[in-house]
């Protein structure tokens, strides 16, 4: 049997994963959280074998952390179910170890493959996030790195220099310098170019 957590802040879509877990003999749905908190709270005090966890949780912790400190207790895999395949959300999953990253509108008998190869440790991605991944791969120098896109995020977010060194604990030159190199990447010239190419590429998310 593979016990099973749910962690999403949508009542609906809870409500919706529930029934597409039900009708399988070999799942058993132990407990679900609205929040990153109780989500790992859960986890540290259920055990369950694969947690099925939102990224965008509303205020509060990521799921990107939240699935950090859940792989950290060695035990329960973690399964990002999420409607984002941003390269700034996949690879903040990935790093957090994450088993598999499927978008919420995978066909249900993929989420229960999905789920029954996270139980085992091993990987299921959705297409669209494998080619993601596979791109980066394959051209280096042309992605963004993991902070290069976080500084990128908060450029759409609309902060200064000035509010991202703080952010992001950096001096404002290597903030500087890392807007250099993202324009060097994108092939752009302004912070307005930057994001709205970012954005087209889907990198980040619009603002």
Same mark, same amino acid.
């Given at each position: %049997? ?15 994963l529930r029934a597409m877990l039900a009708g399988q003999p070999d799942f058993e749905l132990v407990g679900e959280a609205a929040t990153a908190e109780y989500g790992v709270e859960l986890a540290r005090t259920l055990g369950p074998d694969v947690v099925l966890m939102d990224l965008r949780l509303?205020?509060? %912790? ?10 950290? %207790? ?29 978008? !919420? ?46 500084? $990128? ?5 609309? $902060? ?5 060194? !703080? ?8 903030? !500087?310098?890392?807007? @250099? ?13 930057? @994001?709205?190419?970012?954005?087209? !590429? ?6």
């Open positions: %049997m593979i016990r099973i957590i749910l962690v999403d802040d949508h009542p609906v879509v809870r409500s919706g509303g205020p509060g %912790m990521h799921g990107s952390e939240a699935t950090r400190r859940i792989v950290a %207790m060695n035990g329960p895999r973690v399964l990002v179910l999420t409607t984002f395949d941003t390269d700034a959300d996949i690879v903040a999953a990935v790093e957090a170890g994450a088993t598999g990253y499927l978008l !919420k509108d995978a066909p249900s008998d993929d989420l229960h493959a999905a789920i029954r190869a996270a139980a085992t440790g091993a990987g299921a991605l959705a297409p669209s996030v494998a080619a993601r991944l596979l791109g980066r791969v394959r051209a280096p120098d042309a992605t963004l790195s993991p902070r290069e896109l976080e500084v $990128l995020g908060h450029v759409a977010a609309g $902060l200064s220099n000035r509010q991202i060194s !703080k952010a992001l604990f950096l001096s404002e030159t290597t903030v !500087k310098t890392h807007l @250099v190199h993202i324009y060097a990447k994108l092939g752009v010239d302004s912070r307005t170019s930057a @994001v709205a190419a970012a954005s087209q !590429k889907g990198l980040i998310r619009p603002p």
